[in-house]
């Protein structure tokens, strides 16, 4: 077993009984490599980042390697690294080469693979940054990225070239810096904390920053961006949600691509959040062979309104370099907002947006519902492709 990251402590918690019903935490004992492994343990945040698992051996323990995972593997270091939390690990089915949480967790050698377009820093992130970790795009809102860490690394991650264990590219000392810049601009009124996973950050750390930049008056709304309960829901403890309580209104987005990331556990956590007041929302990136189906899209959607995380954005995923394999055309995106669209809750339709490469932001793409617009009549198709005109009175 892999340990890393030997500034993480291990500590005691206390779980809640009604975790400790088994089928909440998991059947973890049939992996050999943590038969031995406590609840205790299995349940403390600190435990599962120290053991996530990166190596080849590791890996083997959970699937039968691939040739092209081994590659992947082998060449994963130095780029964005491998590393999978024990929780994330057991979701893997062992006996499907296309597990949806196995394409996203394991590097394979389409990793290496270069196509036309494809992009460092596709969205021209490091262009509108006007501070190291700052990105200014939009008038009234900024992205900070606090750590370049993550539970576990996703391989269709747009911010490959800055996220991973050690990139050292981020440091908490420019966090001065950012809030000084956006105390500055009176115009901003919405901080996104992303990275990374803002979570790993310790709670004492990530309280400092939310507390610096409440201090500035004129922010509304802070948000915090991450996939803790989906990589590793242990993370949301009692002492972590209490304290982001005094934070409030603080919105939390969180990274889902697939039906079968909402475990009891996952569940769980996101209960934890909601019954605190904190409102959720999903972004889920458009993954090929992962996701691209629309049953699988909506059957997603219903999980996520189940759990009382609003689908808020399904991305196209972006052309970083190396993930081309993930890739699906816009018609994708497009087929699965129509197949949505009327026929389910509409809560459970998220924007589908293209994040404009070169810097434009989110861009929403959909299917057209606007047939024509002629003088004072407007034409329209509804879900079922019928059509309708609206008349407007135009009483000038
Ligand atoms: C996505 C993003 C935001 C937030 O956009 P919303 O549409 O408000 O969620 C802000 N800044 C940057 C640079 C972003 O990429
Ligand atoms: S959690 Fe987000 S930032 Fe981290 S690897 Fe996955 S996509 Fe990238």
């Not at 409440?214 to 949600?241: F, H, M, Y």
């Not at 699988?296 to 759990?307: A, G, R, V």
Request: net charge positive; glycine share 6%; proline share 7%.
């Amino acid at each position: 077993m892999a340990a890393s990251n030997s500034s993480v402590e291990t500590q005691k918690i206390s779980i809640d009984p009604a975790l400790l019903k088994k089928s909440v935490i998991g059947d973890y004992h049939r992996i050999d490599l943590w038969e031995d492994v406590s609840e205790l343990e299995w349940e403390d945040w600190h435990w599962q980042v120290k053991n996530r698992i990166h190596t080849k051996e590791d890996i083997s323990h959970i699937i039968k390697i691939t040739p092209e995972e081994e590659e992947g593997i082998r060449r994963s270091h130095g780029r964005l690294s491998a590393a999978i939390t024990p929780y994330w690990a057991i979701l893997i089915d062992p006996e499907d080469p296309n597990c949806p949480i196995r394409k996203q967790a394991i590097p394979t050698s389409f990793e290496l693979k270069t196509s036309p377009h494809e992009m460092i820093d596709p969205c021209a992130e490091d262009r509108d940054s006007p501070v190291p970790g700052l990105v200014h795009r939009y008038p009234d809102r900024v992205l900070l990225l606090v750590t370049e860490m993550c539970f576990s690394y996703c391989r269709h991650c747009t911010r490959r070239r800055m996220v991973g264990e050690n990139k050292n590219i981020l440091d908490l000392k420019n966090i001065d810096k950012a809030i000084d810049y956006i105390r500055s601009d009176r115009k901003i009124r919405d901080v996104l904390i992303s990275g990374g996973d803002p979570l790993m950050l310790e709670d004492d750390v990530l309280e400092e920053i939310l507390k610096k930049l409440r201090a500035v008056s004129q922010i509304e709304v802070l948000r915090i961006g991450t996939r803790a309960p989906v990589t590793l829901p242990q993370r949301i403890t009692n002492d972590l949600v209490s304290m982001l309580k005094k934070y409030s209104p603080l919105w939390i987005s969180i990274h889902f691509n697939h039906p079968r990331e909402i475990t009891k556990r996952c569940k769980f956590a996101c209960d934890m959040l909601a019954d605190n007041g904190f409102p959720l929302g999903s972004q889920t990136v458009l993954l090929k062979g992962i996701n691209d189906r629309p049953y699988i899209m909506k059957k997603l959607m219903h999980e996520l309104l189940k759990i009382r995380v609003r689908p808020y954005y399904i991305y196209q995923c972006d052309p970083a370099k190396g993930t081309s394999h993930f890739r699906t055309p816009i018609a994708t995106g497009i087929n699965i907002i129509e197949k949505l669209r009327g026929y389910t809750t509409g809560y459970a339709v998220p924007t589908y947006v293209v994040d404009a490469p070169g810097g434009g932001g989110k861009i929403p793409v959909g299917p057209n519902y606007l047939i024509s617009e002629a003088k004072d009549r407007y034409t329209f198709r509804n879900y079922k492709k019928k059509i309708y005109t609206y008349a407007e009175t135009n009483e000038d």
